[in-house]
């Protein structure tokens, strides 16, 4: 539920401010909107997306320090997202997610 991805986000530590997650709630929605934490689309040529957020491969777990493993785990997959988003600024284009954060027009 939207109730349950909200909790999640605030066990992931993602701010609850414009700029942050209002704006990653939409792009899961847009990515995965069934919200299922093991959605898998294999056909992302970096390996798969994986998870609630649709991480690409496991570059960005292990780069943010998280166990590939648990890529269905939402708080993981989350805190792993927040990474991607600390670390390159924005969620369109070289940040992740460019094509749903250019159909909502997200920066």
Known sequence: TLEQLDAYARLAGWPIEPG??????????????SLDASAFN?????GGSFGLAQLNGSYHFERA???FRLWSDPVVNL???????TVYGRFGGQGGWANCAALLGIH
Do not use: K, Y
């Open 20 to 33: 942050w997650w209002p704006q990653m709630r939409q792009i899961i929605l847009c990515e995965n909107a």
């Open 65 to 67: 320090g998280e166990d």
């Open 42 to 46: 294999r056909s992302d040529p970096n």
């Open 79 to 85: 805190r792993t997202a927040l990474w991607v988003r």
